[in-house]
C-alpha cells in the first residue's frame, strides 16, 4: 500500500469514527439544545404568563380610565346642565331685579313731583284739594298751572270767627239784631242752648 492508499483509508476510518461519534455527539447536543429549549420554554412560558397578566391590567386600568372618563363627561353635562340652570336664575332674577328696579323709580318720581305740587300749590297759596289740578312736569311748568289756577280761584282769608263759634257767649252778651254792626263785626243773634 502506498501512503497516499494509507492516508485515504485513514481519512475513511476517521470519517466513519466521526459518524459513529457524531450520532452520539448529536445526542447529547440533542439533550443540551431540549434542555436549554425546555429552560427557554419555561422562561418564555413565565414571560408569557407575565406579559398576559401585564397586558390584563392594562386592559383593567384602561377599562378604568375609560369608566372614569365616562363619569366624568356626565359630571361635565350635568355641571353644564346645572351650569345653565344657574345661568337662566341668574338672568330671571336680574330681570325681576330690573323690573323692580323700574317700579321703585317710578314710585319715587311720582312722589317727588306730588311733593313738588304741593310746594307750588303753598307757595301760592292754592288750598290742598286744588294741588291734583296743578299740570306739568317741572317746577315751572307747575308755577304756570298754578299762577293761571289762582286767578280763577278767589281765595278767602280765613273766618276767625268760625274759631269761636264753638264757644259758648257768657250771659251778659246782649242778643244783637240781624244786620247790625258792634265796632265794625256783624254778630248774629244768639240764644243760650
Known amino acids: 500500500m502506498s501512503d497516499s492508499e494509507d492516508q485515504v483509508s485513514n481519512q475513511n476510518q476517521d470519517d466513519q469514527t466521526d459518524d459513529q461519534q457524531d450520532p452520539s455527539q448529536e445526542d447529547d447536543q440533542r439533550e443540551s439544545e431540549e434542555t436549554i429549549s425546555a429552560a427557554e420554554a419555561a422562561k418564555l412560558r413565565k414571560e408569557l404568563a407575565d406579559t398576559r397578566k401585564e397586558a390584563a391590567k392594562h386592559r383593567t386600568d384602561l377599562r378604568k380610565v375609560q369608566a372614569d372618563a365616562a363619569k366624568a363627561e356626565q359630571d361635565k353635562a350635568k355641571e353644564q346642565g346645572n351650569f345653565e340652570k344657574l345661568y337662566e336664575t341668574a338672568q330671571t332674577t336680574i330681570t325681576e331685579r330690573d323690573d323692580r328696579i323700574a317700579e321703585l323709580e317710578g ?40 299762577k293761571v289756577l289762582a286767578k280763577h280761584i278767589r281765595i278767602e282769608a280765613p273766618d276767625t270767627e268760625a274759631g269761636r263759634a264753638g264757644r259758648r257767649q257768657s250771659q251778659e252778651t246782649k242778643p244783637v239784631a240781624p244786620g247790625k254792626t258792634v265796632d265794625g263785626i256783624q254778630k248774629v243773634a244768639w240764644t243760650p242752648a
Open 107 to 146: 314710585q319715587i318720581k311720582t312722589a317727588e313731583h306730588t311733593s313738588l305740587r304741593v310746594q307750588v300749590a303753598q307757595k301760592h297759596k292754592l288750598p290742598a284739594d286744588l294741588t291734583d289740578l296743578l299740570q306739568g312736569d317741572d317746577e315751572a311748568a307747575l308755577e304756570a298751572s298754578a
